[in-house]
């Protein structure tokens, strides 16, 4: 029995040690992974960089379980971070994609008036508005907003008058 075998063993039969050891690797790979990823894949959240972190952990618990092979199914996911990372590049340079990748901005109250259409497909209420108003400006009423915002990541934002 070779040493590695030993430790990783092969396909789906596995003991304690070679699934912890399987686990422990595929953490680090992960982490290589994240980082060529690139930190804004969990510092913005949106559901753009949220897939990845999905896609990584779905795609590597199946080496932990000797479902899949670890040497393509790390390629994979390198393959699927390098898409990722290379898409965050163009969405730099063409808006038309970044909107298609990112999603858009949506005005959901602008200069005293609710945007109702932007807030149906928001799922927002003028509730939530008002909500955000407390939490942001820390006022209940909207006398103080210009606007309200929701954001690409989906936070709202409000913009005071």
């Not at 990823?37 to 952990?57: E, N, Q, S, Y």
């Not at 609710?114 to 955000?132: F, G, P, Q, V």
Request: positive net charge.
């Amino acid at each position: 029995m070779h040493l590695v075998d030993l430790f990783f063993g092969h396909g789906t039969d596995l003991d304690s040690l070679q699934m912890v050891c399987r686990a422990m690797l595929g953490f680090f790979m992960t982490l290589v992974l994240i980082r060529v990823a690139g930190i804004r894949t969990f510092g913005k959240k949106t559901p753009f960089d949220t897939v990845v972190a999905i896609m990584l952990g779905s795609i590597f618990s199946r080496v932990v379980v000797g479902a899949s092979p670890l040497l393509p199914t790390t390629l994979g996911c390198l393959a699927f971070v390098l898409v990722h990372r290379l898409l965050a590049l163009v969405t730099i340079y063409s808006d038309t994609i970044g909107n298609w990748v990112k999603g858009e901005r949506s005005v959901l109250y602008a200069d005293g008036l609710r945007n109702e259409r932007n807030m149906r497909r928001a799922r927002i209420s003028e509730k939530d508005l008002l909500e955000s108003v407390r939490q942001i400006l820390n006022q209940d009423n909207f006398d103080q907003v210009k606007e309200i915002i929701m954001e690409r990541t989906g936070d709202i934002s409000v913009i005071k008058k």
